[in-house]
């Protein structure tokens, strides 16, 4: 059981409760305390020092002076969501006799779309990068180092936009995991959780030549011995890290004139929303993405206005 006094002490086992028994990633973990932290700073400056004292007042308190301090919408609900969770917590280990943040709701906001690419968008983007200069059909023995970057550039930019893999997921991915034969991958998403996703035909062929005549050559460059089972590495023969992706991205965006703000999560947007556009339901794109909730996935079941008036126009018996 948690004491009754002293913040810091129910913060260290509410964060170890969600690492160790819930499993959530670390960075989740991370972003749990930092909410936290600052709830609980801005608590003790405003003269509470126990859990027990604290009011739905106080909480409501803390989410305006969110706002004061110019933070979003989105940001506003999930610091509110990590105070929920911590009074939950407090409830269960019989810390507090009632959950006063229950009351306490997340501002609305405006409901912001993510950015999306058009289908045309996205093959000009797939397109930008460059063909190598040393053809890679006769194995490795032919490619240079940047013609190797190449390879892996153009397979990691098909491979996002064919599974809507998080970047976190595509860099942390295995040799092991990824099967051309069957088409599949197997991606390890937020809080460890598993899931097997379909890879296009495309992505495979894309994939298949980074393996056969790109990847061995970047492996070679490794001093020190080479990450071995990573799929997609760095000129050193490392594993490719987040920001690297993040540049293979703008990149890309670059040489294909997009004008649109670019990171590695809008090819997963993409990947979303057309899938949706094309007639996919929204429990099929749920299980593809890795969300837990449907709530969440939702989001991409947005239509724009042209489609929008396109429909009415189509369906209403009394629109033309």
Not at 140 to 153: E, I, N, S
Not at 154 to 177: C, H, I, N, P, Q
Not at 216 to 240: C, D, I, S, Y
Not at 310 to 315: K, Q
């Amino acid at each position: 059981m948690v004491s009754p006094n002293g913040f810091d002490a129910l913060l260290e086992q509410f964060l170890a409760h969600i690492d160790v028994e819930r499993g959530l990633a670390p960075a989740t973990v991370r972003a749990y305390e930092s909410d936290l932290r600052r709830y609980l700073d801005w608590l003790r400056a405003h003269g509470v020092d126990d859990l027990a004292d604290v009011t739905a007042h106080d909480i409501e308190r803390f989410v305006a002076a969110l706002d004061e301090a110019g933070e979003s919408a989105r940001s506003k609900a999930r610091r509110l969501a990590s105070v929920h969770a911590l009074h939950r917590f407090a409830l269960a280990e019989h810390v507090v006799a009632d959950d006063v943040s229950a009351a306490v709701k997340a501002p609305k906001g405006g409901s912001a779309l993510p950015e999306v690419l058009t289908v045309d968008e996205v093959a000009r983007l797939l397109d930008a990068v460059p063909e190598p200069a040393a053809p890679a059909g006769g194995g490795a023995g032919g490619t240079g180092p940047q013609d190797a970057v190449l390879l892996r550039d153009k397979a990691l930019l098909e491979f996002m936009y064919a599974t809507g893999s998080r970047v976190s997921e595509a860099v942390a991915m295995d040799l092991d995991d990824l099967d051309l034969e069957e088409r599949v991958a197997r991606l390890t998403g937020k809080g460890s959780k598993q899931r097997m996703v379909p890879v296009g035909s495309c992505a495979c062929r894309a994939m298949a030549r980074y393996l056969d005549a790109g990847r061995p050559v970047l492996e070679r460059r490794a001093r020190g011995g080479a990450e071995r089972r990573a799929v997609f590495l760095n000129k050193r023969g490392r594993r490719l890290s987040r920001q690297s992706v993040w540049e293979v991205v703008r990149a890309a965006g670059e040489r294909a004139h997009i004008a649109k703000p670019l990171h590695p999560h809008t090819l997963r947007h993409s990947f979303a929303t057309h899938l949706i556009q094309g007639g996919a339901d929204v429990r099929t794109v749920q299980e593809l993405l890795g969300h837990a909730s449907v709530t969440t996935t939702q989001i991409y079941t947005h239509v724009s206005p042209e489609n929008l008036i396109e429909a009415y126009l189509t369906a209403h018996p009394r629109a033309r």
